[in-house]
């Protein structure tokens, strides 16, 4: 963080938190890079040396997605001018992306929301993370969360929050996408991550949902993925303004791993039939 540095103070090993075990293992090439697992499941990897880092490549699809939009007015060659964004984080862990925001964007102002409050003090002080200006960490439920906030009121809205491999069902119903449509901006974007397998139903299904209350959809995957090889992570995109295709697709062409953004007719298409996801299933 740029400023209001507290040292970090991670330690290896297992702890119980509210959902579970929290697991911290330190890289082994070096570098003062740690994973955080939760209840078994890869959630956050940290370099507390670099917080321009990001070794899971869906935030590095996440960041070159948010960093495409035309939200801030300033220089393009200066990520500290202009406004910054406003950022709401549903589903904590250990922070990678808001430590990255908060350094490479520091006008940004976010909020940071997780469920258990073992994982958010154990980023507190694994990786030295406080509340600041421009940075709100708080313990809370995601969709509770969202139904309270004023409307306009988020330039981007990421969902990052799992229980277990799978996101929590109240985050993905129509209802909820409609939630999150109402609090963020004219321009802004709702950028969801999930865990799918061969046959992408979930995706498929978040899409459908995404579509009853965004006009312009897309979804970020491996190709492999795409066509039905592997599982592996998803990351759904929705604005009501069109959304910087092109840029992106030209910052996932320089990602050491090969992603493919689907977008327009095609992610219309990747839908079809299927039936968003609603609250009547919960």
């Known amino acids: 963080m740029p400023t209001h540095r507290v040292t970090p103070r991670p330690v290896a090993g297992t702890r119980a938190v509210s959902t579970g075990l929290a697991t911290l293992i330190p890289d082994s090439d070096g570098r003062r890079g740690w994973t955080l697992y939760l209840n078994g499941m890869e959630s956050s990897h940290v370099d507390l040396d670099d917080p321009g880092r990001l070794d899971f490549e869906y935030l590095r699809w996440v960041v070159a997605g948010i960093e495409s939009l035309p939200l801030v007015a300033g220089d393009p060659a200066d990520p500290a001018s202009g406004a910054g964004w406003r950022v709401l984080h549903l589903g904590g862990g250990g922070c990678t992306l808001p430590r990255y925001l908060a350094t490479t964007h520091p006008r940004c102002r976010?909020?940071?929301?997780?469920?258990?409050?073992?994982?958010?003090?154990?980023a507190k002080q694994a990786f030295g993370l406080r509340s600041r200006p421009g940075l709100r960490l708080r313990v809370g439920e995601a969709r509770a969360t969202v139904t309270a906030e004023q409307s306009e009121r988020y330039d981007v809205v990421v969902r990052d929050a799992f229980t277990g491999s799978t996101v929590p069902p109240p985050l993905l119903t129509r209802q909820f996408v409609a939630e999150v449509a109402r609090i963020?901006?004219?321009?802004?974007?709702?950028?969801?991550?999930?865990?799918?397998?061969?046959?992408?139903?979930?995706?498929?299904?978040?899409?459908?949902?995404?579509l009853g209350h965004f006009p312009h959809v897309a979804l970020v995957a491996e190709p492999g993925q795409l066509r039905g090889r592997r599982y592996g992570n998803v990351v759904i995109a929705a604005s009501a303004a069109p959304l910087p295709s092109a840029a992106w697709v030209r910052r996932l062409a320089s990602d050491p791993v090969r992603a493919r953004l689907v977008d327009g007719e095609a992610a219309v298409a990747f839908a079809s039939g299927r039936a968003p996801f609603d609250d009547a299933e919960l």
């Open 110 to 122: 976010q909020v940071v929301v997780e469920l258990d409050p073992g994982v958010l003090e154990l």
């Open 184 to 210: 963020l901006t004219p321009q802004g974007i709702y950028l969801a991550n999930l865990a799918d397998g061969e046959l992408l139903a979930t995706a498929r299904r978040e899409v459908a949902t995404a």
